[in-house]
């Protein structure tokens, strides 16, 4: 009896600038794929003369970059003004397939890998293939879920499923996600403002209790990221130990409008200076619902004026944070309010024009960072020997203009071609 043996031809990709994350510039125009993974790297002149007969791969009016790593989405969620409402309304089915198209728009728009920070476990499920037919589809990015966040009861999002009370009922939630297939666990430490009856400047779990979810996750080998909308839940979530901090929003109540204010506390934050943990603010997170007063369509009223004054703050809190050494992430938040799967790229826009960041540094941001962060930085994030062939294609060179990540021409995940 012979033994069949899999022979995997080489395919040789020729890009205009193919780019290097070390040196942080256009350094290579040529690159060996070897099934998923990336062989080798250098000018493509030399390596077409390497491998005379191999398939071309031809990019070469076009710039090559790692693949976009989107840290938080919520994929079975409908970007309008009544995510909680649609979510609520809709069966199973429906809910799983929906979110299957969230992420071949994601993939499309040159996104390779996501983090799902909060869905039903039914789509850990459906992911993980466990359930006879429940697969999604083939063109998927690579996906990080944390399924079911642990929240208390009434907490954020304690509509997706089962709640945990106590730090043995955090344990065992943590746990329990280990064996259902999750790849993080998301901890919801303070409220939020999709959940009917969450309170966000109010706190959802002390700090030991952050500290033992933390301490259960990483025995697991899962890492952990916290939901925090107020400057006490930063602070217990990075005392604790949290691997990544969602949101940071530093929220209190302004008792004349009622409105949520962000109000960044220095002498609180300093603290935290030379700590090298990863954060994720979402500047583009329901950005369009100002679209009309932005662009001088109308007159904001007084609320609007009020949320006009807020993004200005967003972003200021953004830059002190990086200052303190903490390390930015691209995470959307898609799928809640206004907040869409396929602009990735308006994030990182606003990074750059609204927060002070370099292409380069959005760029990394987006890519190692991202990588990092899902534990997955060892085998994503970079174009290098041993990578996985995950890269996208734009016609304009990024580095020059950050928009030329709207208009993505070629997507390629696990070595294969897309768009």
Same mark, same amino acid.
């Given at each position: 009896?012979?033994?069949?043996?899999?022979?995997?031809?080489?395919?040789?990709?020729?890009?205009?600038?193919?780019?290097?994350?070390?040196?942080?510039?256009?350094?290579?125009?040529?690159?060996?794929?070897?099934?998923?993974?990336?062989?080798?790297?250098?000018?493509?002149?030399?390596?077409?003369?390497?491998?005379?007969?191999?398939?071309?791969?031809?990019?070469?009016?076009?710039?090559?970059?790692?693949?976009?790593?989107?840290?938080?989405?919520?994929?079975?969620?409908?970007?309008?003004?009544?995510?909680?409402?649609?979510?609520?309304?809709?069966?199973?089915?429906?809910?799983?397939?929906?979110?299957?198209?969230?992420?071949?728009?994601?993939?499309?728009?040159?996104?390779?890998?996501?983090?799902?920070?909060?869905?039903?476990?039914?789509?850990?499920?459906?992911?993980?293939?466990?359930?006879?037919?429940?697969?999604?589809?083939?063109?998927?990015?690579?996906?990080?879920?944390?399924?079911?966040?642990?929240?208390?009861?009434?907490?954020?999002?304690?509509?997706?499923?089962?709640?945990?009370?106590?730090?043995?009922?955090?344990?065992?939630?943590?746990?329990?996600?280990?064996?259902?297939?999750?790849?993080?666990?998301?901890? *919801?430490?303070?409220?939020?403002?999709?959940?009917?009856?969450?309170?966000?400047?109010?706190?959802?779990?002390?700090?030991?209790? *952050?500290?033992?979810?933390?301490?259960?996750?990483?025995?697991?080998?899962?890492?952990?990221?916290?939901?925090?909308?107020?400057?006490?839940?930063?602070?217990?979530?990075?005392?604790?130990?949290?691997?990544?901090?969602?949101?940071?929003?530093?929220?209190?109540?302004?008792?004349?409008?009622?409105?949520?204010?962000?109000?960044?506390?220095?002498?609180?934050?300093?603290?935290?200076?030379?700590?090298?943990?990863?954060?994720? *603010?979402?500047?583009?997170?329901?950005?369009?619902?100002?679209?009309?007063?932005?662009?001088?369509?109308?007159?904001?009223?007084?609320?609007?004026?009020?949320?006009?004054?807020?993004?200005?703050?967003?972003?200021?809190?953004?830059?002190?944070?990086?200052?303190?050494?903490?390390?930015?992430?691209?995470?959307?938040?898609?799928?809640?309010?206004?907040?869409?799967?396929?602009?990735?790229?308006?994030?990182?826009?606003?990074?750059?024009?609204?927060?002070?960041?370099?292409?380069?540094?959005?760029?990394?941001?987006?890519?190692?960072?991202?990588?990092?962060?899902?534990?997955?930085?060892?085998?994503?994030?970079?174009?290098?020997?041993?990578?996985?062939?995950?890269?996208?294609?734009?016609?304009?060179?990024?580095?020059?203009?950050?928009?030329?990540?709207?208009?993505?021409?070629?997507?390629?995940?696990?070595?294969?071609?897309?768009?």
């Amino acid at each position: 009896m012979t033994e069949e043996v899999n022979v995997v031809i080489p395919v040789l990709v020729h890009g205009k600038g193919i780019y290097d994350s070390d040196a942080m510039k256009m350094k290579y125009t040529g690159m060996v794929l070897e099934g998923s993974r990336i062989k080798e790297m250098g000018r493509f002149e030399e390596l077409s003369q390497a491998y005379p007969d191999v398939r071309v791969m031809d990019f070469s009016d076009s710039y090559i970059l790692p693949g976009l790593v989107n840290t938080h989405v919520h994929l079975e969620f409908t970007p309008c003004r009544d995510t909680y409402g649609i979510y609520r309304r809709e069966d199973r089915k429906a809910r799983l397939a929906r979110a299957a198209e969230h992420a071949r728009t994601l993939l499309r728009s040159g996104v390779t890998t996501v983090r799902d920070a909060g869905s039903s476990m039914d789509l850990v499920g459906a992911l993980s293939g466990r359930e006879a037919g429940s697969e999604p589809g083939t063109e998927l990015p690579r996906i990080q879920a944390a399924g079911m966040p642990l929240t208390p009861d009434g907490g954020h999002l304690a509509f997706l499923g089962k709640t945990s009370n106590s730090t043995e009922e955090l344990i065992q939630a943590v746990k329990e996600r280990k064996s259902a297939g999750c790849g993080c666990v998301k901890l *919801i430490v303070s409220g939020g403002q999709l959940t009917p009856g969450s309170v966000p400047e109010h706190d959802s779990y002390n700090r030991e209790e *952050i500290r033992a979810a933390v301490e259960a996750a990483h025995e697991l080998g899962l890492p952990t990221a916290a939901h925090c909308l107020t400057t006490s839940s930063y602070v217990n979530a990075m005392e604790a130990g949290v691997d990544s901090v969602e949101h940071c929003a530093c929220f209190r109540r302004n008792p004349c409008l009622g409105l949520l204010e962000r109000c960044y506390e220095p002498d609180v934050m300093e603290a935290f200076r030379g700590d090298h943990r990863y954060f994720m *603010i979402g500047i583009s997170n329901n950005y369009h619902q100002l679209d009309q007063v932005r662009e001088g369509v109308r007159k904001p009223d007084e609320r609007e004026a009020f949320l006009l004054e807020q993004e200005k703050r967003e972003c200021e809190i953004f830059g002190r944070l990086a200052d303190l050494g903490m390390r930015p992430l691209v995470g959307t938040d898609a799928g809640c309010g206004y907040t869409f799967f396929d602009e990735t790229w308006l994030e990182m826009e606003l990074l750059c024009r609204r927060c002070g960041l370099t292409p380069e540094k959005a760029i990394h941001a987006a890519t190692l960072e991202g990588a990092g962060a899902l534990g997955w930085g060892d085998f994503l994030g970079r174009l290098a020997p041993g990578y996985e062939a995950d890269f996208i294609a734009a016609e304009q060179n990024p580095l020059r203009d950050i928009k030329a990540l709207r208009h993505i021409k070629h997507v390629v995940c696990r070595g294969k071609i897309i768009e």
